[in-house]
């Protein structure tokens, strides 16, 4: 088993923890662009430092607590969300051995810990004993535990093909052809259930302003609140990664081209997060919020159906044609 050392931690925090930052500033820039605005644009040039400047706001904000509220789950609870976003990079591969720890079982970890994030709002919604919060928390809970049963079928789908839980392995069995080619419809599903997964556009219901003032988190102000936007955005790198492993051949080159072999594995795999990112933003820029009622039938009724549909061909295939690794 490979050991890591806090070196190589900090290697993947530090740029993750950049990354979440400016993705809040990227995201802002492109739905200004797709809006005809200018989006941030004093703070620095191009608004480059504007990022640091609502980090330094937030922290000067007066953390303020409802005096019924459980301040201990209360105050760990942001914590708890941010912190899983950051774990489960352990065993997302960069690159060809890149990796803090290349467990065999990396695939079902990586399932589990995206899991525990339902924890984190549900304890924020209860311990702040307020009936919006709560409400937003139960709702939050329902929509992303609905989504996580397709995700799993969908996974299902991808370790038929490879047989084998270990990311790295997943990746390198897309040397020859990446997996979201030939199962494009269910790259599609798993991108959109990992929108209802990291509560986002336009399955962001439980954080809807106009029904539930701000969703679980609406009795959080100062590092909580910021705590709790940072968590998001850290699942959506998290997801974005896991969609790059999983179906776009991970650091694996995008055209079997010299000059693209040239470019470092790592750098490959940054450029195809930042595009997965880059479809969030849009997607939230693009449509519009679905009904709650809506977002839930959609799961329950159109791709947890799709998603075992889509196991049944793909094991059969693989079983005819003894196509199983």
Do not use: H
């Amino acid at each position: 088993m490979y050991i890591a050392v806090p070196a190589e931690i900090l290697g993947i925090i530090l740029p993750l923890l950049l990354g979440v930052a400016f993705l809040v500033l990227a995201e802002r820039k492109v739905m200004a662009f797709v809006q005809r605005r200018k989006g941030p644009d004093v703070v620095g040039s191009f608004g480059l430092l504007q990022p640091l400047a609502d980090g330094l706001k937030l922290i000067l904000k007066e953390p303020i607590s409802p005096s019924s509220a459980n301040f201990f789950l209360f105050r760990m609870a942001p914590v708890a969300t941010f912190m899983l976003s950051l774990v489960a990079w352990a065993v997302v591969p960069f690159d060809y051995g890149m990796v803090l720890s290349d467990l065999n079982i990396g695939l079902l970890y990586l399932f589990a810990i995206s899991s525990l994030g339902v924890y984190g709002i549900i304890i924020a919604g209860w311990s702040s004993n307020s009936k919006y919060a709560f409400l937003g928390a139960l709702r939050s809970a329902a929509q992303m535990v609905s989504y996580e049963v397709s995700i799993g079928l969908i996974l299902i789908t991808v370790l038929i093909c490879v047989g084998s839980c270990n990311l790295s392995e997943i990746v390198m069995a897309q040397k020859q052809i990446w997996f979201g080619i030939p199962l494009f419809p269910v790259l599609v599903m798993f991108f959109i259930s990992c929108l209802a997964e990291t509560n986002r556009a336009p399955f962001d219901l439980p954080e809807a302003e106009a029904e539930l003032v701000a969703g679980y988190n609406v009795e959080y102000s100062s590092m909580g609140s910021a705590l709790s936007f940072l968590g998001e955005y850290a699942n959506m790198i998290l997801m974005s990664g896991s969609c790059t492993s999983l179906s776009s051949g991970g650091w694996s080159p995008i055209l079997d081209l010299p000059i693209s072999k040239k470019i470092p594995g790592s750098i490959r795999f940054s450029i195809k997060v930042i595009l997965f990112s880059f479809l969030y933003i849009w997607v939230r820029a693009a449509f519009p919020r679905y009904r709650y009622d809506q977002s839930m039938g959609s799961g329950r009724k159109v791709f947890l159906p799709l998603s075992l549909a889509r196991v049944v061909p793909v094991s059969g295939v693989s079983v005819t044609f003894q196509w199983l690794p």
